[in-house]
C-alpha cells in the first residue's frame, strides 16, 4: 500500500476510534460500548503488517476498560455483571476480530508468495525454453556450415580418389588396389552422411509453407520412388484410404519414404508386407506403417530415432542411420509425435501424428493435391 493511503487509513482509525470512546463515555448503559472497536481492527486490514492489527486490538482493549470506569453508571434495574458481560463481549469480539484480520491477511500473503513462486517458475521456464532454443538453433546452424562447408572439399577427395581407382586400378599392387577402394568407399559413405545431415539441419529452417496434401497421394508417389526395391524385394504394400493434411509436401514425402523404405529394407526371409492407415483420434490423424520384418527390441525404441544410431552394422543392411531422425523432425514439425512399437521377429509398427488441420470438407474425399514433388 501506498505511504499516503496508509496514513490516511491511520488518521480514519484514529478519529473512528475517539469517536468511539467519546460515545461510550457519554452512554449511560455501557452495555456494548467497546464492540465499535471491532470495526478499527477491521479498517487496520487495510494497512500493510500485522501490527496496526495487534495495536488497534490493544488500544481497543484499553478503552473498553476504561470506558467501564468513566460512562456514566448503568441504570438501577441493570445489574452489575450484566454490564460486565457486555464488556467482556466487547473485548471478545474485538479479539475475534484481532484474530480473523491477522489469519485473514497470512492466507493471503501466502497466497501472494505462492503466485510469486510460480510467475517465477514460469519466468525461468520460459528462460530455459528460450536458451534451448538459442542453443538448437545454433546447433542447426552449426550442423548447417558443418555439413554445408564440408561438402566442397569431400567432392574433392572423392573426385579424386575415383580418378586414381579408375587410372591406377590393377597398375598397382593388390594392396593398393584395396586401400584405393576403401578410399572411394569411405569418401561415398562420408559424402552420404554430410548430405543426410543437411538435409536433416534445413528441415526447420528450409520447409516450406503448409499446403492441403494428400496422403494418399504421396503414399502413390513413394511406390513409384521405391519401385525398384519393391520389384527386387517382392514387397506387398497395402493402404487404407488416407486423408488429406495441412503439411509441408515434399518433407511429408521423406517421411513416408524413409518408412516404408525401412519397413523393406529390414524385412526377413518373407518377403516384406506393409500395410499404411491412419486413423482421426483426438484432433489428429494416427498414421501407421506396419511390416512383418526383423523387428526391434523394446530397449532400442528411443534410441533409433537419435541422429546416427543403427542397430546393425552398414554390410547387414546399408544407411546412415539418419532416416527415423529426419522422420521424427519432420513430424514435430508439423506438431505431431512419433514412436514405435516393436518386439524383435515380430514385425513393426511405427506411428505418427499430425494434427487435423482446417481444409475444405469435401477435400477428403476428392484429392485436390497440388503440390510438386520436385525438392523432394
Ligand atoms: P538407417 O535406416 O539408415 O539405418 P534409420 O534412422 O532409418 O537409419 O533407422 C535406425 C535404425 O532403426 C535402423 O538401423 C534399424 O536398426 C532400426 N529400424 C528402422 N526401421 C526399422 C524397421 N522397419 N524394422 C526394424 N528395424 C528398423
Redesign the pocket.
Known amino acids: 500500500m501506498k505511504q499516503n493511503g496508509a496514513k490516511q487509513f491511520i488518521l480514519y482509525s484514529v478519529l473512528l476510534t475517539i469517536g468511539i470512546f467519546i460515545f461510550d463515555l457519554l452512554t449511560p448503559l455501557g452495555i456494548a460500548g467497546g464492540v465499535p472497536y471491532a470495526a478499527v481492527v477491521l479498517i487496520s486490514f487495510y494497512l500493510p503488517g500485522q501490527h496496526y492489527t495487534f495495536a488497534s486490538g490493544i488500544v481497543g482493549s484499553i478503552l473498553t476498560i476504561i470506558g467501564f470506569f468513566l460512562s456514566p453508571p448503568a441504570p438501577s434495574n441493570v445489574e452489575l455483571w450484566i454490564v460486565l458481560i457486555n464488556r467482556s463481549l466487547a473485548l471478545f469480539v474485538i479479539w475475534s476480530g484481532v484474530v480473523f484480520v491477522t489469519k485473514y491477511k497470512q492466507a493471503i500473503e501466502q497466497r501472494r508468495k505462492a503466485e510469486d513462486a510460480f510467475k517465477q517458475a514460469n519466468k525461468d521456464l520460459k528462460k530455459y525454453t528460450d536458451e534451448l532454443k538459442r542453443s538448437n538453433s545454433e546447433l542447426e546452424q552449426f550442423a548447417y556450415v558443418a555439413s554445408h562447408d564440408l561438402q566442397e572439399p569431400l567432392r574433392m577427395v572423392s573426385s579424386f580418389t575415383q580418378l586414381l581407382s579408375k587410372r591406377y586400378k590393377d597398375k598397382l599392387d593388390t594392396d593398393a588396389n584395396e586401400f584405393i577402394s576403401y578410399a572411394v568407399e569411405g569418401a561415398n559413405r562420408m559424402q552420404r552422411l554430410i548430405n543426410d545431415l543437411l538435409s536433416y539441419s534445413r528441415i526447420n529452417t528450409k520447409g516450406r509453407p503448409f499446403e492441403e496434401t494428400d496422403c494418399g497421394e504421396i503414399l502413390g508417389h513413394v511406390r513409384a520412388n521405391l519401385h525398384v526395391a519393391i520389384e527386387k524385394s517382392g514387397a506387398l504394400i497395402t493402404n487404407d484410404h488416407l486423408p488429406i493434411v495441412m503439411g509441408d509436401a515434399s518433407q511429408l514425402m521423406r517421411l513416408f519414404q524413409?518408412?516404408v523404405d525401412?519397413?523393406i529394407?529390414?524385412s526377413d526371409k518373407e518377403a516384406p508386407r506393409i500395410h499404411v492407415s491412419a486413423e482421426a483420434k483426438d484432433n489428429e490423424w494416427v498414421f501407421s506403417v506396419r511390416?512383418n520384418?526383423?523387428?526391434?527390441d523394446p530397449q532400442?525404441h528411443e534410441r533409433?530415432?537419435l541422429i546416427f544410431?543403427?542397430?546393425?552394422g552398414k554390410e547387414e543392411?546399408?544407411?546412415?542411420?539418419?532416416?527415423?531422425?529426419i522422420?521424427k523432425r519432420i513430424v514435430e514439425r508439423h506438431g505431431g509425435k512419433t514412436w514405435v512399437e516393436?518386439e524383435p521377429q515380430k514385425g513393426?509398427a511405427?506411428y505418427f501424428t499430425i494434427p487435423i488441420g482446417v481444409h475444405k470438407s469435401d477435400a477428403l474425399i476428392a484429392p485436390i493435391i497440388k503440390a510438386d514433388y520436385t525438392d523432394y
Open positions: 524413409n518408412l525401412n519397413a529394407k529390414f511390416d520384418g526383423i523387428g526391434i532400442y533409433i530415432f544410431q543403427r542397430l546393425h543392411y546399408p544407411g546412415t542411420g539418419i532416416g527415423l531422425a522422420c516393436s513393426s511405427f
